[in-house]
């Protein structure tokens, strides 16, 4: 009996007020932790916690899929002079839902001869590869599942993954449309990984750090599009198209090219695995894009300028998360714009691209880095 | 055993055979082509064509003249009018009518704003295959204004059936000359923004120069006409070589270039558009009074004989052969359609090239399949 | 050195290229005013066709159920596709004398490619086109048409 009384007499609360919580997540963090463990082991604790996350991310993620599948089509329609979805609620934002749903009651079209283990197992890799790279990200200040010390390294390896489900998906297809869509996105994702990991490599040095959270902090009196000079400038320019390639986004949609391939990769897929491939590129773009916040625009940090004390106080009082969600739709929004401008390339045109120009420039550019970083001529 | 297996696998001659269509986003329609590949690249294309056949020459046999109108209308339906207005020039010259002027400056201006909406309907679809979606949003907007200017004198938005044998089916609209104008004014705005969206991007450089190259002398031996072999140097524009209707009367260039790729192919009718513009400037003020069409006999028969016109749609030079037994059927009429002349050359320039350019060669070559089978 | 300048250039023009592009289509993104779409079904009741707009067969009748029609049958000689069906029938007039009049002037809109030639042909302007041009139905059955109402009359002085 005593040591229940004892726990509930030490009951932990807040340490801050409820409503400083949007701006430091680990007050109720902990709070929850410690609650958690007065009332618990340690073991049912983690177990828990761990759920907790893990629903919250699920969560999270169906949201954020059916957001950009709905801000798509409105960007997309607004640029073509159309109105977009109208239809389902007020400006057509129950539209993605009611896909949702089609989605899930269509039939899942069995294929002839096509290998039926791979072919089922394609969209889950697809899915589990994104799932795991939105763990590492920190949404604000104190809300972020793992904090890795090589944080920037787990995202790009587990988002690569995603290659093998398209990989599969093609070959288990016995589809020849899917085949070359698979090969295709084969040779581009091997290509673009490699801009991807340089241009990241570039700020890892300004950093000085992998960890997500310490490159986040460092951008306290800057960000490091700013701090780096042009050389973070081309640096994030590179990043920006080779993650669109990577995603399979258009200009770079080789993998799906609907005018060539049909739909390239996920043509006999229907019904929720065709879902899968769907949102996982979404989820994969919003990866990237929150990437490109964290590590260029400075994660969920205000916008500070230098000694201005008064403007970098007004920044303050806007929440870190709205921060990060502001800075990721902006770089998704531009994303977006890549994808309705501009022509499809052509394989050879996408790899002439990385070799000849994405990745001189690349290596090129760590090298001024280095020597910046060295000299201590950043900000 | 096992090893004779493998080495066929990897021999030379095995072919990786994809069928674009008949259902494909990039063929336009029901066009089939039997594509052999190795990797990325086309080794040979086989079309095959007849799944929209109708059966339209046949039809012609057991009709009357002006019931061959609206057949014309749905062969190649991006330029109904033009199609129209071969026939009916046709029956015009058996019969050896005069055609007043008026009649002869609206068809002109109604032909050259079908050629401006075939293409920009083509440059929609032709930044489409490339991948850019937004130019067909672009294309169609702005078709849609000619197509209202067409519903608002014909009554049809795209199967028009405004010509008649001896004139046209009504007068022109009382708005007809202002929306022409206003037309006319916007487009001139709009034109160079295609040319920021599309022809002076990089990628689309890098799509087009160089892709599909068809020579002067191939363009001649296939028959290849209209823009396409234009852009190859043939000298082909029947508009010029013997015009038709009013266009003997109005000054305009035609649009020749050397190389014969994709790009210049894509310029020669980017380019035509501009010429098609200053046509229509140059008539739309000065339309004459006079009747909207001849009086003719209740029953046109034309007396027998051979009887061949031709005129420039917006794809090509299009033929009607018309053999007259002296009844009021034709006994046989013969479409010499651009459309399948253009397909016919399809194998010989794609060849080698990649599964994109394929797509994008087909574009250029902007083919209506109707028009191919009839 | 050459190519490196040719090199650099290649880059800048790309870049430049590209930019273009993205300003025509961004420049429409912000400037929502110039949308052409619109919310079809639901401005249904305030779509005005054009008046010459073909949107199928009708037989104009007038407030006293009367229409121009005598059933002489040229609309029918000049279908190409067999549309129009003229089921006439022989009346007797106050003169008493025997005449040819319409019974059932049987339109097929699923037969008709609205060429227009029934229209102008037709001696008495009994035809004209209407402006409906939603015909979806559910069976097929309803789009054989009979344009002359039940009960009408020929207008008087129409021969």
């Known amino acids: 009996m005593l040591p229940e009384i004892v726990a509930l007499n030490t009951s932990p609360t807040l340490s801050v007020p409820w409503w400083k919580v949007v701006y430091d997540f680990s007050a109720l963090t902990d709070w929850i932790d410690k609650s958690l463990h007065n009332s618990m082991s340690p073991f049912w604790t983690t177990i828990t916690e761990m759920l907790i996350i893990g629903v919250l991310i699920l969560l999270f993620y169906a949201l954020v899929g059916l957001f950009l599948v709905y801000a798509e089509r409105k960007v997309c329609a607004f640029m073509q002079n159309r109105l977009g979805p109208n239809r389902v609620g007020p400006f057509g934002i129950f539209q993605t839902i009611a896909d949702l749903f089609k989605l899930l009651f269509k039939e899942l079209i069995p294929i002839k001869n096509a290998d039926g283990f791979l072919f089922n197992l394609a969209p889950f890799i697809v899915i589990i590869a994104s799932f795991m790279a939105i763990a590492a990200i920190p949404f604000a200040k104190g809300l972020h599942a793992i904090d890795l010390n090589i944080g920037v390294l787990y995202v790009m390896a587990v988002s690569a993954m995603g290659v093998i489900g398209v990989l599969l998906a093609g070959w288990s297809s016995n589809n020849k449309y899917s085949l070359i869509g698979a090969m295709r996105s084969g040779a581009q994702i091997v290509s673009y990984e490699l801009s991807v990991g340089l241009s990241l490599i570039t700020i890892v040095i300004l950093a000085g750090s992998m960890q997500l959270s310490v490159i986040v902090e460092a951008q306290r009196d800057g960000w490091f599009l700013f701090k780096g000079h042009i050389s973070a400038f081309i640096a994030f320019i590179i990043f920006l198209i080779s993650s669109t390639a990577e995603t399979n986004r258009g200009p770079f949609d080789l993998a799906e090219a609907e005018s060539e391939l049909t739909a390239g990769y996920h043509t006999e897929y229907s019904g929720i695995k065709f879902a899968f491939f769907f949102l996982a590129e979404y989820i994969n773009m919003f990866i990237v894009a929150s990437i490109a916040a964290t590590v260029f625009l400075g994660g969920w940090m205000p916008f500070h300028v230098g000694s201005w004390e008064g403007f970098n106080h007004i920044m303050d009082f806007i929440p870190p998360f709205v921060w990060y969600i502001g800075k990721t739709f902006f770089v998704i929004f531009l994303m977006m714009w890549f994808k309705w401008t501009f022509p499809r390339l052509r394989i050879d045109q996408l790899l002439t691209l990385e070799w000849k120009y994405l990745l001189p420039i690349n290596l090129f550019n760590v090298l001024i880095m280095a020597f910046l970083v060295l000299m201590g001529w950043h900000f | ?374 | 050195m050459r190519s490196i300048i040719e090199y650099f250039k290649e880059i800048i023009f790309g870049v430049w290229s590209l930019l273009k592009g993205m300003k025509v289509t961004g420049s429409y993104f912000f400037r929502p005013s110039t949308i052409v779409t619109q919310k079809y079904p639901s401005n249904r009741n305030d779509l005005v066709m054009f008046d010459r707009f073909k949107g199928e067969v009708i037989m104009p009748h007038d407030e006293n159920n009367e229409h121009k029609c005598t059933g002489c049958g040229i609309c029918e000689l000049n279908c190409p596709n067999g549309t129009i069906e003229i089921i006439s029938q022989t009346i007797v007039t106050e003169e008493g004398k025997k005449k040819k009049a319409i019974d059932k002037h049987i339109y097929r809109l699923s037969m008709c490619t609205f060429c227009g030639l029934c229209v102008k042909a037709c001696p008495s302007n009994a035809l004209a086109f209407g402006q409906k041009f939603e015909h979806a139905v559910f069976n097929r059955a309803l789009l054989i048409k009979q344009l002359n109402k039940p009960g009408s009359k020929l207008k008087k002085g129409v021969e």
């Open chain 2, 1 to 374: 055993m096992e090893e004779k297996e493998i080495t066929n696998l990897t021999d030379e001659h095995q072919e990786y055979v994809i069928n674009m269509g008949p259902q494909h986003p990039s063929t336009h329609g029901v066009l089939r082509l039997k594509v052999s590949l190795k990797g990325e690249i086309v080794k040979s294309i086989e079309p095959h064509i007849g799944y929209i056949h109708s059966g339209i020459e046949k039809m012609c046999e057991s009709i009357t003249y002006p019931q061959i109108i609206h057949l014309t209308d749905r062969m190649d339906y991006i330029s109904a009018h033009i199609n129209n207005e071969a026939v009916c020039l046709n029956v015009e010259k058996a019969l050896e009518i005069d055609i007043p002027d008026r009649i002869k400056v609206i068809r002109t201006i109604m032909s050259e704003l079908t050629r401006i909406q075939s293409h920009q309907l083509w440059w929609a679809c032709f930044g489409m295959d490339l991948g850019g979606l937004t130019c067909f949003f672009y294309g169609l907007r702005d078709r849609e204004k000619i197509l209202d200017i067409f519903e608002e004198t014909c009554g049809g938005r795209m199967i028009v059936s405004y010509n008649c044998p001896g004139g046209l089916m009504y007068d022109i609209h009382p708005n007809f000359q202002k929306r022409v104008k206003d037309f006319i004014k916007y487009f001139r705005k709009i034109l160079p923004e295609y040319d920021q969206l599309l022809t002076g991007n990089v990628i689309f450089h890098e799509r087009s120069k160089g892709i599909g190259t068809l020579t002067k002398e191939d363009a001649i031996s296939f028959g290849v006409t209209g823009p396409t072999g234009r852009a190859s140097g043939f000298s082909c524009d029947v508009r010029k070589h013997e015009p038709y209707s009013a266009y003997d009367r109005v000054q305009f260039k035609e649009i020749l270039f050397d190389e014969g790729d994709t790009f210049h192919r894509y310029l020669a009718r980017i380019d035509e558009m501009w010429e098609s513009m200053k046509i229509i400037e140059q008539l739309i003020d000065n339309i004459p009074e006079g009747p909207f069409a001849v009086k003719m006999k209740p029953i046109i028969k034309l007396p027998e004989g051979e009887y061949y016109q031709r005129v420039e749609t917006a794809r090509g030079e299009l033929g009607v052969f018309v053999i007259s037994d002296g009844n009021k059927n034709p006994y046989r009429v013969k479409f010499r359609s651009p459309n399948f002349s253009n397909l016919s050359v399809l194998n010989h320039i794609a060849k080698g090239f990649k599964i994109a350019d394929l797509v994008a060669i087909g574009g250029s070559l902007d083919l209506i399949i109707p028009d191919i089978d009839r």
